[in-house]
Structures are given as C-alpha cells and as structure tokens.
C-alpha cells in the first residue's frame, strides 16, 4: 500500500491501476489518487477547484511531487462508446447512438471553453461518459484565466495534436498556448480515432518518433476517411471532416460542431435515413 493512502485514510481496498512516466494512479474504494512526481497532479486539482467539477475532492504535496483526490468516474470512454461499429453493427439505433454521443462530448467542450478554459491534451480515453453526463477529464494541462501553477507546454498526444500546434512545437522550443480550435481539432481526432481505430494523420512511419509523426500532422497528411471507416456514415463523417479542416479559422466552435451533430441526429428521423439505409 502506498502511504499517501494510509495518510489520506481513504477507505477501501486499493487497486494499482497505472504506474509510469511519474504518475502513479490508484482506485481506493470510491476514490481515485493521483500521484505525480512533478506538479502536475496538484495543478489539475486547482484547475478542477477553479471549474467547481463536482468529482473533485482535493490535492496536495507529496515530497517532490503532488497528488490529487476525485470521486471515482464510472463511465465509458469515447474509444468504448463508438466500439460497437467495430462488431459490424450498424443499425438506426447505433447511428443515433454515436451521433448523440459525439454532440455531448462537443457540448462539453463548449462549456469548458464557455468558462474560459482549454484542455490542450483530448484523447478518446478523456472523454467519459457517466449516467447521461459527460466528463472531460485529465486537465492537467488546461490553461484558462484562474492562476495556477506554470509549466512549459509542448502539447499532448501526438496522435490528437492539431496541425498548428505540432508545427508550433517543431518549430519553437517556447511554452505553446492552446486554443478552442486546436481543442476542436483533438476532440474531432479522438472521434476519427475511435471510429475508425486508425487517427487522422496518414504517417509516412506509423511507429516513427514523435517528431516525425507530428511534422505529418503538420504537413496536413490526412488519411482518406472512405478507406478507414468501419461502414459508410455521411452524417457523422461530415461533422469529423469539419472538424478537421487544416485551418484553425475553418473549424466549427465547440459549441457550432455539437449543434452540427444534433442536427444531423435529428435527420435520421427524415430523408437522410433512408439514404443511410440504403448506403
């Protein structure tokens, strides 16, 4: 047992659920830990106290490093929400599903970026869905207008980094501010990413490093979606393809691509989905 969890006194059994880069993570009956060797833990603590996230419980110092206590979230990812396309179903009901999924994740972002905030790290894994809510989560890296403490960002995911963050980052060695359009773009990936298992960029070395995938993300290498997509979906490929574009003023807002999707839900109940059906 860890003995920041005896010091704590969480209650229940703790299970070892991640352990690398210095981030250890624990689920200890209803309680998620976190601990980080560096500030990062407790940074994402004051940025879940600024938004007044109702899973925030508290954080801390540890030694060097920092720790951060939240109520454990019992949802579904955004990787697991669209896994079902992936068994071959494809039916009315799934299409609905997946649109509806991908309009609350957008609404979510759009009322992080309402409050001021950016997340400037979305992976599929960091978005959850819990009980009709939807939770963005891992803010260590947001950035928005409450003072917290500083840290040189130099992006997230490869896979998930906007064109003009990755070009920012290969060109400079300077802290990188995040946007609501690079925000968009990450988001849109994660959806590309769990609906077709591959993410956007068209690497010219899948397993290359991290530069090189990002000098492709930079470039606007773009995998065709007709070739990647489980089955055809127009409705949804359109907002992704939005979401895409390589310009960040070309991009639909958060809150302009979860009304894109809503309304592309509600025309399965007309002409669109016969034409869906049919393709």
Known sequence: MHPLITELTLDGDPK???????TTFFKVGDTALKITDGLMAGREGQVLAALGADHYRAHGRYGDGTWLTMRWIDGTSLWDALEP??????TPTLRRSILTAAAKAAEALADLHAAGWTHGDLQPDHVVFENGAVRIIDLACA?????????????????????EVAAL??????????????????????????????????????????????????????????LERPWPFPAFEGALLAGLAREPGQRPSACALAQLLHAATTEL???????????
């Open 16 to 22: 070892l659920l991640h352990e690398r880069r210095g």
């Open 85 to 90: 396309a992936h068994r071959g179903d494809n």
């Open 143 to 163: 950035q928005g207008p409450v003072a917290v403490p500083f840290y040189a960002h130099r992006g997230g995911l490869a896979h998930t980094t906007a064109p």
């Open 169 to 226: 980052i290969l060109g400079t060695t300077d802290h990188i501010t995040t946007t609501p359009e690079s925000d968009v773009w990450s988001l849109t990936a994660s959806m590309f990413w769990a609906w077709t298992r591959t993410p956007p960029t068209d690497y010219r070395d899948p397993w290359g490093r991290r530069p090189d995938l990002l000098a492709d993300t930079a470039a606007g290498r773009r995998r065709d979606l007709t």
């Open 269 to 279: 109940d007309g002409p669109l989905r016969s034409s869906l059906d049919a393709s």
